[in-house]
């Protein structure tokens, strides 16, 4: 862990997340970067631009909660919806892998486009938001479940924590298209970047967690009032306040280091980092786990997925396509 400073100001690392911890303010968290991760992911599929926005900023929040994990395991975000884009799904295999994908009608998406409504809540409608915390084939299963209201993902992030762990949290996230001109050539390539932030008031000194909307009268512990309680509830506000100033273009420039970002944001209030992790873009396919998968149906089943003599199978997360003889599973 370190402290940040202003002699820091490092070139901007990008596909990371950086924990830090903000001591005057009793406030941890994490930040994100995503550039060739959200870019490669995006570039596998050929969604339109609205759709790519709305992926890079669940890919980020993803990675934002996933990251959190302490075990081997898989963190896992699910969208089901009403809206024009109907399914979303995430996947962040600790510690540093995610991949994703979209489902949408073409008809909405284009109508939403055309009425100039293009934001990611515009795009989501109303359904459901599961997060899903996978320990492994041996362990239980933690899922939580948020209703989508056509409220944006940093609003369904806080009331995920409000329903589950009643933690006062906040999360920005932004994403952004970037066009970059090929050296010595005139080709443009377009990239994209994601960011995110996510801040927890996590006291070491009180148990009790201060609602917003609890005045101090009203505290369960009536020993624990007057000035402590004031400072505690005063230093969350004064975290929102300052979460509340960042605008989209500081979380997705490449010349803003997630440094930089937090000593502009906490410097008066001691800002420290831990040491950031590495995010990449992995799918989970291969031959043997869809040979394994098309060794559980029945013959009949086989039979209705031969299409001209083969096999014919894509993943839906990383569009890479494979193809079998069906003779194996028909004959077994």
Request: charged fraction near 25%.
């Amino acid at each position: 862990m370190s402290q940040i400073s202003t002699d820091q100001a490092p070139q901007q690392p990008l596909d990371r997340i950086l924990p830090f911890q903000i001591d005057g303010l009793d406030v941890r968290g994490r930040m994100v970067h995503l550039n060739e991760t959200v870019t490669t992911i995006i570039e596998r599929h050929d969604y339109p631009d609205a759709v790519n926005r709305l992926l890079a900023e669940a890919v980020a929040l993803t990675a934002l909660l996933g990251s959190s994990l302490k075990f081997e395991g898989k963190f896992i975000l699910q969208v089901q919806s009403e809206g024009a884009v109907n399914v979303l799904v995430v996947d962040y295999t600790a510690p540093d892998a995610v991949r994703a994908y979209v489902r949408y009608d073409a008809d909405a998406l284009n109508a939403l486009i055309e009425a100039g409504k293009t934001k990611p809540e515009d795009l989501l409608g109303k359904g459901h938001l599961v997060m899903t915390i996978d320990q492994g084939q041996y362990m239980n299963r933690y899922q939580g479940v948020v209703a989508l209201t056509g409220q944006s993902l940093e609003l369904v992030a806080h009331d995920y924590f409000m329903q589950s762990e009643q933690l006062p949290t906040l999360v920005r996230l932004a994403a952004s298209q970037m066009m970059e001109s090929a050296k010595g050539d005139e080709k443009v390539r377009s990239s994209w970047m994601a960011g995110g932030i996510l801040v927890q008031y996590l006291p070491e000194s009180s148990k009790d967690i201060p609602h917003r909307d609890l005045h101090p009268g009203d505290h369960p512990d009536p020993e624990k009032q007057g000035e402590a309680l004031i400072e505690e509830v005063d230093a969350w506000r004064e975290t929102e306040a300052l979460i509340g100033t960042i605008q989209d273009h500081e979380l997705v420039d490449p010349q803003v280091s997630a440094e930089t970002l937090l000593y502009r944001l906490f410097h008066e209030n001691g800002p420290r980092v831990f040491e950031a992790g590495a995010v990449r873009h992995q799918c989970s396919c291969s031959n043997e786990r869809i040979e394994a998968m098309l060794a559980n149906f029945k013959r009949e089943e086989i039979e209705d997925m031969v299409v001209d003599g083969k096999i014919d199978v894509t993943c839906e997360f990383c569009g890479v396509s494979y193809h079998y003889d069906p003779k194996p599973w028909i004959e077994k």
